[in-house]
């Protein structure tokens, strides 16, 4: 018989209201999937985090996250509004589900009608493919990307964002966060690659930009959070939280 995978459901909070057991039940899974971390480093960026997806089985245990970080600055001088993605882990036993990245889209579709007069961009760090391959599963044109002629736009935006949160840290010219000393990077046995997923056009990609990602560096990413430049299914699912917010 094979065994029945635990349905899974997902939940916006502010982060000011997570108590210390679910903060440490985050860690627990984070120091899982990572190294070169710590409980002090990773509750202090935690505290600059604005909001958590927390993704639960039916029985209550944690089993993902993504941390998020919500903004506004000014470029070229008109203002912008940045999503801001910070760690994101699910249990290699969720692989596939799909409630965490379903609530992150309602979220980013509420966040949109709330102010539909700004542009909101998702500034995204990615130290392993798997995340960097939520991009061409969410977006039409994010950078850095395969398909080049699709994201010309968005380098000097992302560039001055990328500047703009981290400083000296960010290379502009490779396009990766490098920290003088890693500040998590995947354990070894998460830090493969298959030889199947290694032959997908965005997996080359990613490791050809962030050769550097076993050591903890961060490919930079850029997309626009709007309608018109999102994969249909991410689509439904940012209409859906726009509907929300309008109602």
Known sequence: MIARRPQTSAQVVEV???GEGERRAMYALYERYYESSSWPLFAADLAGKDRVVLLRDDGGALQ???TLAIYQRCFDGAPVRVLFSG???VDESQWGQQALAFAWLRLAGTLQAEQPELPLY??????GHRTYRYLPTFSRAFHPSPAADTDSDLGPLKNFLARDRFGEAYDSTAGVVRFAESRGQLRPRYAEVSEAHARLPEVAFFLER???YVRGDELVCL????ADSL???A???FLAGARTAQA
Not at 122 to 127: A, Q
Not at 223 to 226: D, F, G, H, I
């Open 210 to 212: 962030n050769p550097g």
């Open 235 to 237: 689509r439904r699912a």
């Open 87 to 89: 760690d994101t882990i």
């Open 231 to 233: 994969q249909p299914i």
């Open 223 to 226: 997309c626009e959070l709007a």
């Open 122 to 127: 998702w500034l995204l760090i990615s130290k």
């Open 64 to 66: 993902g996250f993504s």
């Open 16 to 18: 000011t209201t997570l």
